[in-house]
């Protein structure tokens, strides 16, 4: 039984940080993938950025590239996901997701599809 916990979120003023985390037990990193999704409110969930934990590949979308980073660490079975310079229209319920499930293409923007296992979401809000 795969389950996925996010923590980390709040509320914090434009050009502030956070960091995101997602615990993740019952579940194999082993050429698996885990990610991060967003959805504001009244806008369909998009991909964030999503992390092979075998090699560490990583993939981001355009909005937050330069701005977040995620991360890995084996040890904790955790994945995280550091926001800095945030900005209003990076509120929302931030998801873990993990499994690949079939083969992604990242140039695909629909990555919600590639994974077979989701978290509840933590609220980040950005404040001007």
């Known amino acids: 039984q795969v389950q996925l916990v996010e923590s980390g979120g709040g509320s914090v003023q434009a050009g502030g940080s956070l960091r995101l985390s997602c615990a993740a037990s019952g579940w194999t990193y082993e050429s698996n993938v885990m990610g991060w999704f967003r959805q504001r409110p009244g806008k369909e969930r998009e991909g964030v950025a999503v992390?092979?934990?075998?090699?560490?590949?990583?993939h981001y979308r355009d909005f937050v590239k330069g701005r977040f980073t995620i991360s890995y660490d084996k040890a904790k079975t955790s994945v995280y996901l550091t926001m800095n310079s945030l900005q209003p229209e990076d509120s929302a319920i931030y998801y873990c997701a993990a499994d690949l499930v079939k083969p992604p293409n990242w140039y695909d923007h629909n990555w919600s599809q590639y994974f077979g296992y989701w978290g509840q979401g933590t609220q980040v809000t950005v404040s001007s």
């Open positions: 992390i092979y934990i075998e090699s560490g590949r990583s």
